[in-house]
């Protein structure tokens, strides 16, 4: 059973991976992602902390200085959750907003995302 408290955690997590390079990434990934994680969005998809350093990655490549914020409050039961994110430059309204599930395996780490794109500019 996922707490307000564990999903509101995990969220920050979640946006502190996005936003980290590197090694910190790595770490990120490792404590608090499962193996075999999954990652579907409507641009992509990854499997694996590899695969998902390489898909972060290529977001942070082609949005070098915008960031990852929370939108909104996280709703969550039971093993699942949703949250509101924005991405644009930091300090500033988000120029992206997405909508992401994120379910969470028996050990509480990230599962499987599901992303959604709300706002995207033309």
Request: glycine share 10%; hydrophobic share 45%.
């Amino acid at each position: 059973m996922t707490t307000p408290t564990h999903a509101q955690s995990t969220a920050e997590v979640y946006l502190q991976t996005w936003n980290a390079r590197g090694a910190d990434r790595a770490r990120l990934l490792a404590d608090h992602w499962t193996a075999d994680a999954v990652y579907v969005d409507p641009l992509g998809a990854a499997t694996g902390h590899d695969g998902l350093a390489d898909l972060i990655g290529g977001v942070q490549q082609q949005f070098p200085d915008f960031v990852f914020q929370p939108v909104g409050e996280v709703d969550a039961h039971h093993r699942q959750m949703r949250f509101q994110w924005g991405l644009g430059p930091a300090g500033a309204p988000p120029l992206i907003v997405g909508f992401d599930v994120i379910v969470l395996a028996d050990d509480g780490r990230i599962a499987d995302v599901r992303g959604f794109l709300d706002q995207v500019p033309s």
